[in-house]
């Protein structure tokens, strides 16, 4: 659905009239477009004397082909980029601010001590007002629960208050993230920092991600632009929304789509599959039967690389007006067979090494929700499934993450009475609702082969919604 209010925003009179009465201006947010860098324009660095994750970003600049500036505080930059055959040069002459850049990446793992934190003040004091619009902040930290010394592990863990606080601050549509990157990890970051950096990420902000060390000995992918070449994906709820945007980045990326859907939608089903070439499957997935019977289509398929648990119900109602099967019904949908599909495609085999479990699951399970007691256990159950079985699927070299979207334009929020559509737009950093593509690409990030260090992740695609903040 159109967004009436963003189209206003950025006409002439629209932008003039939001200034002059102090209304939101949403900007229009950059996406990702096949074949595109992964940024376009500079990104600055800045860290302290103790900085560790420096040649692992010199490493990773120099594969997307970026060009860096140093901040001054970070002088060892310099020798380090040349090292590694960057184009790169010194932010700002003195005291004066530099050029315009589209990215600031800071290297807080040197940070042992809240004392320290004025490297924090000082780089982000100076360039703050220099990032570009739709601009990336990226601050790199060590996980506090690692951390040996309790001093160490607080000012690791006040990174978050920090990042989080920026993503309110910077505005024009800029979105800045906390990556905790456990030691011996640094060789598994360069997928998560492309996502980041690229306009894939643009409908998330205000997130903390971690990255240990891969579960898998998966390489990063012989082409960059095709990262799923050759991969076999599953995709529930693929008739429509999210889950035909999932199918069809999906395919973008080179994959072979298994698009599935109950036999209702079996017309727009087959109109997706035979839009990314691929398959489709018709099937109650709350049936009994359903789990093994995926894995017997796994098996008979020569087993799948990726499962996307998207599939999913609302019956609402408040749990005192609310009948049991509704209840009953959304759980089994939404929890409860992804458990067991997830348990018989492990069991018999059906995932191939290096496979990768992404579920859906919702701001609803974060901030909860008046009517939706059902869904919002059903969606947060997803959650703390990930978190605790991805332990369990790691020594097997499988991942699993999760994506919780805020708003996002859809049919279902498009039937939302206009007062609360409106807020559900407005009330995040961004001052809009996402689109199903900005769902699909962070899927696709979790799916990557270069992936392998992400797991137990749930990661907000909600522009920084305020809800459950």
Known sequence: MSDSYLNFANSAMGAKLANALGLPKPLVLERYQAGQAVIQGTVMVGGSADSTLLPALARVFHSINANTVAHRQLPQWMALANAAGLMTGRWGIEDQPGEKVKALVFDATGLSDSSQSTALYDFFHDAARSVLPCGRVIVLGRPPEACKAPRQATMQRALEGLTRSLANELKKAIAVQLVYVAEGAETALESTLRFLLSPRSTYVSGQVIRVSVAVDAGLAPADWTAPLAGKKVLVTGASRGIGASIAE????????????????????????????AGKSIAMDIGAADAPQLLADAALADGGWDVVVHNAGITRDKTVANMQPHFWEMVVNVNLSTQERINEALVERGALKSGARI???????????????????????????????????????????????????????????????????????????????QDVAEAICWFASPASGGVTGNVVRVCGQSIMGA
């Open 358 to 436: 992404i579920c859906v699951s919702s701001i609803s399970g974060i901030a909860g929700n008046v009517g939706q007691t059902n869904y919002a256990l059903s969606k947060a159950g997803v959650i703390g499934m990930v978190q605790s079985m991805a332990p369990h699927l790691a020594p097997l070299g499988i991942t699993l993450n999760a994506v919780a979207p805020g708003f996002i334009e859809t049919a279902m929020t498009a039937a939302v009475p206009f007062a609360l559509r409106e807020a559900g737009r407005r009330m995040n950093s961004m001052s809009q609702g996402g689109l199903p």
């Open 249 to 276: 980045v999906m395919a973008r990326e080179g994959a072979e789509v298994i698009c599935l859907d109950v036999p209702q939608a079996l017309d727009s089903l087959n109109a997706v599959a035979q839009q990314v």
